[in-house]
């Protein structure tokens, strides 16, 4: 339980920097070609896609 615990958090941290960096590089605050924030951002999106993917496949068969 520990350890669903601390991952779930974890994924919660990670999904809340995706968000933030999302905004900034839409915002042209961050430049995506730096490669330290493309770094940061290609992780992030790539350890949060694949469960949002499920839930968004979820909620698409609800809608139907």
Known sequence: L???DSLL???IWILIINVVLS???GF???N???KLVYLI???SYKITAPPLN???D??????Q
């Open 2 to 4: 520990i350890l669903f």
């Open 9 to 11: 958090s974890f994924f």
């Open 23 to 25: 905004w900034l590089i």
């Open 28 to 30: 042209n605050i961050l």
């Open 32 to 34: 995506a070609q730096n």
């Open 41 to 43: 951002y290609e992780f």
């Open 54 to 56: 499920v839930t968004e």
């Open 58 to 63: 979820i909620y698409r068969t609800l809608d």
